[in-house]
């Protein structure tokens, strides 16, 4: 497609499970991105990808989550033994440009976790 | 200090007239800012850019830099009910690969 293409949209998750979000990103984009945002703020940034290369992995909150992005295209964020804090909308988005110029970003429709 | 802020509340307007949204932000050397729109349950779309001081006009929207104050705004004129929607200033912080965001300000423009 065209655009981002998050996967599943929707998941519900017990306390404890281990979830898995799919990011598409746009075909060419180098630059890809997982943002968390919460009910009422802003996104919060949790980590970049360059390529297959994880650049900056600061906004991770803790060592539950992990994202990777082997082939440099497709991506997957992680997050082990889920906890009730961690639902959110965990949005993904691309740029074909590089750091500190990919201020263009393309977002998918995120994937709204909710953990119980 | 957030490295974006945006502490205005839910921001009503008639149908028409101009919506006035602010931002500052804490990072000096940051060169790159931006406005996202988000509608209630989809995700953010960018509506403009701005790189230099002054003031950066698209259509009925006008992105305003100061980076002396650090300060950014956007001017919606004429607005539209379809211009309803929340409104992220966002900004890329010098020397990381991310763009930082403000936790929006809700735009209800009134028929």
């Known amino acids: 497609g065209a655009g981002v293409s998050q996967s599943p949209r929707y998941k519900v998750a017990k306390r404890g499970q281990d979830v898995a979000l799919r990011c598409d990103p746009i075909?060419?984009?180098?630059?890809l991105f997982w943002y968390q945002q919460a009910l009422g703020q802003g996104p919060e940034f949790l980590t970049y990808?360059?390529?297959?290369?994880?650049?900056?992995k600061s906004g991770l909150p803790s060592d539950r989550f992990f994202a990777e992005r082997p082939e440099g295209s497709v991506s997957t964020l992680k997050i082990q033994r889920t906890q009730q804090e961690d639902s959110a909308v965990y949005l993904c988005?691309?740029?074909?440009?590089?750091?500190?110029?990919?201020?263009?970003?393309?977002f998918g429709e995120g994937s709204r976790l909710t953990v119980l | 200090q957030k490295e974006v802020e945006q502490n205005s509340g839910p921001l009503s307007v008639p149908e028409g007239a101009i919506a006035s949204l602010n931002c500052t932000y804490s990072?000096?050397?940051?060169?790159?800012f931006f406005w996202y729109r988000q509608y209630s349950g989809k995700s953010p779309e960018l509506i403009m850019s701005?790189?230099?001081?002054g003031d950066k006009e698209d259509g009925r929207f006008t992105a305003q830099l100061n980076k002396a104050s650090q300060y950014v705004s956007l001017l919606i004129r004429d607005s539209q009910p379809s211009d309803s929607a929340t409104y992220l200033c966002?900004?890329?912080?010098?020397?990381?690969?991310?763009?930082?965001f403000g936790k929006g300000n809700q735009v209800v423009v009134i028929p």
């Open positions: 701005i790189y230099s001081n």
């Open positions: 075909s060419g984009h180098v630059s």
């Open positions: 990808f360059q390529n297959e290369a994880q650049l900056d």
């Open positions: 988005a691309s740029s074909d440009e590089t750091g500190l110029n990919a201020g263009e970003l393309f």
């Open positions: 990072d000096r050397g940051s060169q790159s």
């Open positions: 966002a900004v890329n912080i010098y020397g990381n690969n991310r763009l930082a």
